[in-house]
T-cell receptor
Framework: QKEVEQNSGPLSVPEGAIASLNCTYS??????FFWYRQYSGKSPELIMS??SNGDKEDGRFTAQLNKASQYVSLLIRDSQPSDSATYLCAGLNYQLIWGAGTKLIIKP | DTGVSQNPRHKITKRGQNVTFRCDPISEHNRLYWYRQTLGQGPEFLTY????????KSRLLSDRFSAERPKGSFSTLEIQRTEQGDSAMYLC?????????????FGSGTQLSVL
């Protein structure tokens, strides 16, 4: 069964520090990966997409992909209390396969 | 606001009643997805359309669920004879399938509570 695994957390990070979120996947056919942020009671919001090995940076966010090890990560620099949310990782082959999300708490 | 609109935002119904949800995607998007999400879980795929054609439906989906996308614009999701286990957030997402990586944009969701 194709799966995307995430630690459910909560992951607690002090304000201003780097938050590191990880995701592993089992489907080697997955070519593209996505990080979505979801606030409580709200719908998922796309933050980053990545499909090449290595790093991709967008503002305070950096996505990392290692296809050989089958993991994806999201780094959030200079963490802010507004970054507190659940972060969902998803892999795309012919269909999106979703992880259950990691709850991130940024402590002021 | 992603531009994907869902109505209603909340729906409370009694067990055994039928409910219908509506989704209006981003106008130029040709794909429309329905997902269901419960607390602490990622979105669960239900079905998707490319234009007006329903291309895939989850094998786990009960035949009480049906979706339509007439004319390839808005979509409706109907649940017949609702059960308490149907209580969840129902999410609609749209995307533009073409060249490049397909990215999904979600609506605000419809929270269904079956009493």
């Amino acid at each position: 069964q194709k799966e995307v695994e995430q630690n459910s957390g909560p992951l607690s990070v002090p304000e201003g520090a780097i938050a590191s979120l990880n995701c592993t996947y089992s489907d080697r056919g997955s070519q593209s990966f996505f990080w979505y942020r979801q606030y409580s009671g709200k719908s998922p919001e796309l933050i980053m997409s990545i499909y090449s090995n290595g790093d991709k940076e967008d503002g305070r966010f950096t996505a990392q992909l290692n296809k050989a090890s089958q993991y994806v990560s999201l780094l959030i620099r200079d963490s802010q209390p507004s970054d507190s949310a659940t972060y969902l990782c998803a892999g795309l082959n012919y269909q999106l396969i979703w992880g259950a999300g990691t709850k991130l708490i940024i402590k002021p | 606001d992603t531009g994907v609109s869902q109505n209603p935002r909340h729906k409370i119904t009694k067990r055994g009643q039928n409910v219908t949800f509506r989704c209006d995607p981003i106008s130029e998007h040709n794909r429309l997805y329905w997902y269901r999400q419960t607390l602490g879980q990622g979105p669960e795929f239900l079905t998707y359309f490319q234009n007006e054609a329903q291309l895939e439906k989850s094998r786990l989906l009960s035949d009480r669920f049906s979706a339509e996308r007439p004319k390839g614009s808005f979509s409706t999701l109907e649940i017949q004879r609702t059960e308490q286990g149907d209580s969840a957030m129902y999410l609609c997402a749209s995307s533009l399938r073409g060249t490049g990586v397909e990215k999904l944009f979600f609506g605000s969701g419809t929270q269904l509570s079956v009493l």
